[in-house]
T-cell receptor, first 109, second 116 residues
């Protein structure tokens, strides 16, 4: 089983749509969770840390289900500038971050 | 990118040459991570260092690759006798403490290695 699994997409949605990405992780000892965003040929940038069962930051909501080892990201009112690859990132026992393949989002006008 | 500096940004090497990639972490950060991203693929962990120590090198190829983070100076990722398959973007990241305890890691803009 892969350490992190994400649907690669692409998800093609119109502006203003709500879109959700799911992620499963295999290491039950993971303590910290993050969502990063990566634009083409750019470095990953932190979108949000995921605390406890989840948190919200503006149009973005992340949820964590430790029992099911599942993390989700919800984006409301999608903007053209949201087009990117979204990376689900749990920490490992040794402290490194494990990146999933990412889910590509294309927001169309 | 919160101050992680990588150089060179772009590097071209012929097969068999050596590539040295440098990473200066954010001031005050003592944890450094190297990741490799092949075209159209995700980021693959290579090595995690904490000042003079290698914490986790489970992602490093056994041959030709080495990494260090000396007490003074930047972290260096060294690739000896490069081959075409080494062509990739190499990202360095740093954090103040271990990411395991929730500390955010910040990425540099990457070094793009092309082997011809």
């Amino acid at each position: 089983r892969k350490e992190v699994e994400q649907d690669p997409g692409p998800f093609n949605v119109p502006e203003g749509a709500t879109v959700a990405f799911n992620c499963t992780y295999s290491n039950s000892a993971s303590q910290s969770f993050f969502w990063y965003r990566q634009d083409c040929r750019k470095e990953p940038k932190l979108l949000m840390s995921v605390y406890s069962s989840g948190n919200e930051d503006g149009r973005f909501t992340a949820q964590l289900n430790r029992a099911s080892q599942y993390i989700s990201l919800l984006i409301r009112d999608s903007k053209l500038s949201d087009s990117a690859t979204y990376l689900c990132v749990p920490s490992s026992n040794t402290g490194k971050l494990i990146f999933g393949q990412g889910t590509t989002l294309q927001v169309k006008p | 990118n919160a101050g992680v500096m990588q150089n060179p940004r772009h590097l071209v090497r012929r097969r068999g040459q050596e590539a040295r990639l440098r990473c200066s972490p954010v001031k005050g950060h003592s944890h450094v991570y190297w990741y490799r991203q092949l075209p159209e693929e995700g980021l693959k962990f290579m090595v995690y260092l904490q000042k003079e120590n290698i914490i986790d090198e489970s992602g490093m190829p056994k041959e030709r690759f080495s990494a260090e983070f000396p007490k003074e100076g930047p972290s260096i990722l060294r690739i000896q006798q490069v081959v075409r398959g080494d062509s990739a973007a190499y990202f360095c990241a740093s954090s103040r403490d271990s990411a395991f305890s929730g500390n955010t890691i910040y990425f540099g803009e990457g070094s793009w290695l092309t082997v011809v």
